[in-house]
């Protein structure tokens, strides 16, 4: 088991479970279930955050210390901000764990973002928003996807990347309205609480990996299939059978 991958799955488990010893052990428990079955890669890893947003949405409020604004927020929203400014994971692939179309996505990560900096944290930043366009080449600025944290989160073609760039070199509006989004992510950055890993959580990450290597699996194919596949390969597994056979003759 790759040890980034389990550092992910313990990060963002974190960021649900509210707790590092409880998302580590239930990740080292659901791996164990998911790599019997499909072996370890880093779909597993997906299947397991699913599995662990779905257990996390049942726990109550009341669970987690709510003096922190991030538990304030919900299941669905903590693992998208997690996902995305901790573990710099496409829209693609959050959507691809959580099984929703790609579309789905920003409209979802761009609330959750809003909520937890003015509703949770009320923090006293300049809000997001497009302003007037200054001409007809300004981008439309859709206030629940905005065309900014798309740029900001790299999820633009290149050519609408190299266009927009080219323009904000001549339109205040629209470098404005870049730099409110910029500093609303730069806060949620800062503002993450798996973001930093007690040097306990990083050992015990790295001893889930030896456990999870040594148990039977490996990354993305069985220990198991492996051996023996190695074992019809050598040629004193033959020579072992044969006088097997011989003495058995003999007997």
Request: glycine share 6%; proline share 4%; aromatic share 8%.
């Amino acid at each position: 088991m790759e040890t980034q991958d389990l550092q992910s799955l313990g990060r963002l488990s974190y960021s649900l479970f509210g707790d590092w010893n409880q998302a580590l052990s239930t990740g080292e428990r659901t791996l164990r279930t998911i790599g019997l079955k499909d072996g370890l890669d880093s779909r597993a890893i997906e299947k397991a955050a699913l599995a662990h947003l779905s257990r996390a949405e049942s726990i109550q409020k009341e669970s987690f210390d709510l003096s922190t604004p991030f538990f304030r927020l919900s299941a669905l929203n903590r693992f998208l901000l997690a996902a995305n400014h901790v573990e710099h994971w496409s829209y693609a692939r959050i959507a691809r764990t959580l099984e929703l179309p790609a579309e789905a996505i920003p409209p979802l990560l761009w609330r959750a973002r809003l909520q937890y900096i003015f509703d949770e944290c009320n923090l006293a930043l300049a809000y997001p928003s497009g302003g007037k366009l200054a001409s007809s080449h300004c981008p439309i600025y859709d206030a629940t996807d905005p065309w900014t944290a798309r740029l900001l989160d790299e999820e633009m073609k290149p050519q609408e990347r190299q266009f927009l760039q080219n323009h904000m070199v001549a339109c205040d509006a629209c470098r404005n309205a870049l730099g409110r989004v910029r500093e609303l992510i730069h806060a949620i950055d800062a503002l993450m609480p798996s973001k930093q890993c007690e040097t306990w959580v990083l050992d015990e990450m790295h001893a889930q990996a030896r456990r999870l290597a040594g148990s039977g699996m490996t990354y993305g194919r069985s220990t198991l299939q492996t051996s023996l596949t190695q074992w019809s390969r050598s040629p004193g597994t033959w020579l072992g059978i044969g006088l097997l056979l011989w003495a058995i003759v003999r007997w």
